[in-house]
T-cell receptor, first 113, second 115 residues
Framework: EAQVTQNPRYLITVTGKKLTVTCSQN?????MSWYRQDPGLGLRQIYY???????DKGDVPEGYKVSRKEKRNFPLILESPSPNQTSLYFC????????????FGPGTRLTVT | SQELEQSPQSLIVQEGKNLTINCTSS?????LYWYKQKYGEGLIFLMM?????EEKSHEKITAKLDEKKQQSSLHITASQPSHAGIYLC???????????????FGKGTKLTVNP
């Protein structure tokens, strides 16, 4: 089954404790992205990757890091989480052949206290 | 940069009623897509529109991109409780044609369908 998986689905952590949210896709897609979704602000892009070892900033990259060492994986790293990073996070991927059809993961609900 | 404004922000309808959601862009749209999100879950791709005047349907959901390519409407006929969720429109942030990974979304329209 074609899918994007994220782990963990739910996470409660404390300020300053480094964390990683994993994202994996099994569709051999070139493009992968991370978004955060907040009430009243909608869905905003954090980082994206056009292929292995190629990443770029989206609209709200501050406080986040990403890496793309393998085509299928695109982890999101929060080196020192802060309460304003409490949000619902989505990973997404798409391939060349159906350019606008992004597949989204189920989301990771992160709470930073 | 591209901005997408959706209206209404929320909508409550009785089952069986028709409804329309609008997405207006600050720039010409070269690709506009619609997604549906169930509360707290991931987004599901519905359809993508590229050409002015283009209209596509997915089950009882029809979306159209106007001739000037700055507005899209999503119409649901004979709504059902299964249509409930948040509908988001999205587009290339630069407002140029195809392929960019810098994407922008509207803030969404929350649809409630009462049985």
């Amino acid at each position: 089954e074609a899918q994007v998986t994220q782990n963990p689905r739910y996470l409660i952590t404390v300020t300053g404790k480094k964390l990683t949210v994993t994202c994996s896709q099994n569709m051999n897609h070139e493009y992968m992205s991370w978004y955060r979704q907040d009430p009243g602000l909608g869905l905003r892009q954090i980082y994206y990757s056009m292929n292995v070892e190629v990443t770029d900033k989206g609209d709200v990259p501050e406080g986040y890091k990403v890496s793309r060492k393998e085509k299928r994986n695109f982890p999101l790293i929060l080196e020192s989480p802060s309460p304003n990073q409490t949000s619902l996070y989505f990973c997404a991927s798409r391939g060349w052949s159906r350019a606008w059809e992004q597949y989204f993961g189920p989301g990771t609900r992160l709470t930073v206290t | 940069s591209q901005e997408l404004e959706q209206s209404p922000q929320s909508l409550i309808v009785q089952e069986g009623k028709n409804l329309t959601i609008n997405c207006t862009s600050s720039k010409t749209l070269y690709g506009l897509y619609w997604y549906k999100q169930k509360y707290g879950e991931g987004l599901i791709f519905l359809m993508m529109l590229q050409k002015g005047g283009e209209e596509k349907s997915h089950e009882k959901i029809t979306a159209k991109l106007d001739e000037k390519k700055q507005q899209s409407s999503l119409h649901i006929t004979a709504s059902q409780p299964s249509h409930a969720g948040i509908y988001l429109c999205g587009a290339d942030k630069s407002g140029t044609q195809g392929g960019s990974e810098k994407l922008v979304f509207g803030k969404g329209t929350k649809l409630t369908v009462n049985p």
